[in-house]
């Protein structure tokens, strides 16, 4: 039960967490913190085709001191994040997940009855929960990062 529980709440975690870099990303130049944040954007697909829908998340990297987190919405295959939240330079541990999967989208099941199996992360865990990918952000520009992901 605490299983389902914690993972329940970093799903509700992942998808808070993408609504507001979604929401907070506007035309600003600049970031409010005063950090030295940078644009990054990219294309995202599985198996070859475009990803439909998900969310991306760049983590500081172990032994990168002082850069900042961020994280973007994908869709149609690809996610730009705004300089105003994007990560500053250094090196990041990548995760992606698909919008949609895991406990949180659980569908509802008739009064009374057991709650029906919620649909599966299509993305493999080498890509999100035990994360394998990895990118530089440099100063001085918009990096751009793309991920092909397979399934086999």
């Not at 295959?77 to 500053?88: D, M, Q």
């Amino acid at each position: 039960m605490i299983r389902r529980i914690s993972s329940r709440l970093r799903a509700v975690a992942w998808s808070a967490a993408a609504v507001a870099v979604w929401s907070s990303s506007g035309c600003s130049e600049g970031s409010a913190d005063g950090l030295n944040r940078q644009a990054v954007h990219g294309k995202v697909t599985l198996d070859g085709a475009p990803l439909a829908k998900g969310v991306i998340a760049f983590d500081p990297a172990d032994g990168s001191a002082g850069a900042a987190p961020a994280g973007g919405v994908i869709a149609d295959g690809a996610y730009s994040i705004e300089r105003a939240t994007g990560p500053t330079p250094g090196k990041y541990k990548v995760s992606i997940r698909s919008v949609g999967g895991g406990e949180a989208a659980q569908e509802k099941a008739a009064p009374g009855m057991p709650p029906k199996k919620p649909a599966a992360d299509p993305i493999p865990k080498q890509y999100n929960t035990a994360s394998t990918l990895t990118a530089e952000v440099v100063s001085g520009g918009s990096t751009t990062a793309d991920f092909a992901l397979t399934t086999k």
